[in-house]
């Protein structure tokens, strides 16, 4: 057939588009070669069998449709289904004169009395999405499927998946339909909303509802979609994930994030990410309260004993330039690891500093704070040095330590801290040109940092004390804390940060354009 030709043969009358609850789309079409009118649909396999009253054999011969046959096609199209198929029907009917005049007065095509052209199945499954679905639920996520396929299809692609496990099945309530899952009271909606994995024959108002539904249940929730009817639940998500190929204007609006590949496999890619941003984020302000905590004690000890402080502006300025650009960036810049995804997922009301970040960071911070300020107070007598070197080996430990203190926040939990380190070539980069910068200031720029030259046993103590914060970091990584935060023993109401990053409780996708 030549497709083009054959447009040319016809003159489109009417357009009725397609609408998610009909599941259907017509067209009424006239012939230039005999001035005849027929209209033709097409859509969801049962929805047009049920608008037949006959069908073209094999031979192209037009028979009734009567019960016995229309159960023959209906058991196909339900094998289809179990194939994983998505089923679409065709029929026509050539439209009389006296109908069409009441067909352009009602504007409204004939939906009664055709004759099945055909059926098709299609989109089997993208590859890489089962290991896609399996990685999410590795992390903890909870995927649902909401779908406009019947509910043979949609409990097939989902078992193909690995969305439903093979006992699962519409008596255990993990299968429902849309006007099912609609139809439930508030109090039933709420009860079952956690048990749905797949929801076939929905609607976009259904699709809403449950984003709702699992909001209010205090689950973090993310939804995918590419059509505007997908627009509402994507904004009310707490991630809208579209499709940046099929997606739609009005999606891509709605949305936080735009898939470039439209692929299923990219939300594993996203979920990653998303929890690398945020455990990064967790390692920076552990490496800077570390910081902060210890200048402050530091120098308002030395301050309030001695009336001298034992960092000046500069030194001050030269730790605040490392801690907040050097630092951030050398932590920022860690990629994802296969760990991140055995963590659970983070919650809504979860700290963003939590019980394992104090504990690290308290126990660096008071080891800063008994050395420097030891060597504050005694380091002349211990070394045997002038006051201007002490105040030199006091600056120069300091900034050692917060180079050493670089690496123990690296890992938030795991004791070997530089596993993988190779990796990152950012943090080696930039640790090596803060030591560079720390000698050519301790030796080279003494009249502009108020320091004198040290010896190379001055600098081995200084080095010797400051790594001694590694082997302190893997000892206390021992030490269990509780899972409960500590705020809350103080009634604090203290919010988790970052509930918009993907570490995300459940993602709902529409499986049409995602998986297929």
């Not at 439903?164 to 429902?176: E, F, N, T, Y």
């Not at 929730?221 to 505007?228: F, K, Q, Y």
């Not at 907040?324 to 009301?349: M, W």
């Not at 002038?386 to 105040?391: D, I, M, R």
Request: aromatic fraction near 8%; include cysteine; charge should be neutral.
């Amino acid at each position: 057939m030549d497709v083009e030709k054959t447009k040319k043969r016809c003159a489109v009358l009417q357009v009725e588009a397609f609408i998610s609850q009909k599941r259907r789309s017509g067209v009424l079409i006239e012939r230039n070669d005999d001035d005849t009118v027929h209209v033709h649909w097409k859509g969801a396999a049962e929805m047009i069998l049920a608008m037949c009253s006959s069908y073209y054999d094999a031979s192209g011969v037009v028979k009734d449709l009567d019960d016995g046959e229309r159960t023959k096609f209906e058991e196909i199209i339900q094998g289809m289904a179990a194939s994983s198929l998505r089923c679409i029907a065709f029929a026509h009917k050539q439209v009389p004169d006296e109908e069409y005049q009441n067909l352009k007065e009602q504007k409204k095509l004939k939906e009664d009395s055709l004759t099945l052209l055909g059926l098709v199945g299609k989109d089997p499954c993208r590859p890489g999405v089962k290991k896609a679905v399996e990685d999410c639920q590795y992390a903890g996520v909870n995927i649902k499927m909401i779908t406009g396929d019947n509910v043979f299809t949609a409990r097939a692609i989902a078992t193909e998946c690995g969305i439903l496990k093979p006992g699962q099945d519409l008596s255990s309530g993990a299968v429902v339909e849309g006007e099912e899952f609609r139809n439930y009271t508030p109090h039933e909606r709420m009860e079952k909303v956690e048990k749905i994995q797949v929801m076939a024959r929905s609607s976009p108002f259904d699709k809403l509802l449950m984003v709702q539904c699992l909001k209010q249940k205090g689950h973090v929730v993310a939804v995918t979609g590419d059509g505007t009817d997908d627009a509402p639940a994507l904004k009310e998500a707490d991630i809208g994930l579209s499709m940046g190929i099929q997606g739609t204007e009005a999606a891509k609006e709605s949305s936080d994030i735009i898939i470039l590949d439209d692929s299923f496999a990219s939300i594993a890619t996203v979920l990653r990410w998303g929890r690398c941003v945020y455990t990064n984020i967790q390692k920076f302000i552990q490496f800077l309260l570390t910081v902060n905590v210890a200048t402050l004690c530091i120098n308002f000890l030395a301050a309030v004993s001695t009336g001298e402080v034992p960092l000046t502006t500069v030194q001050l300025f030269w730790v605040n330039l490392y801690m907040d650009i050097l630092g951030a960036l050398a932590l920022a810049t860690e990629r994802p690891t296969k760990e991140l995804l055995e963590k659970p997922p983070v919650g809504r009301t979860e700290p963003l500093i939590t019980n394992i970040m104090w504990r690290n960071l308290l126990a660096q911070a008071l080891y800063q704070i008994a050395v420097l300020l030891t060597l504050q107070f005694n380091g002349e007598s211990i070394f045997g040095v002038t006051k201007k070197v002490n105040h030199t080996s006091v600056f120069n430990t300091f900034m050692l330590c917060q180079v050493f203190n670089k690496f123990n926040a690296r890992k938030l939990e795991k004791k070997n801290v530089f596993d993988d380190i190779h990796k990152n070539k950012m943090f080696i980069g930039i640790t090596g040109v803060t030591i560079v910068i720390q000698v050519v200031m301790v030796e080279f720029l003494k009249r502009f940092t108020d320091t004198e030259r040290l010896n190379w046993e001055q600098w081995g103590a200084c080095i010797a004390i400051a790594a001694a914060s590694c082997p302190l970091g893997w000892a206390v990584k021992c030490l269990p804390v509780p899972k409960k935060p500590i705020f809350s023993y103080l009634k604090w109401n203290v919010t988790g940060f970052g509930s918009k990053f993907v570490t995300n409780l459940y993602i709902i996708f529409h499986k049409g354009k995602l998986i297929k």
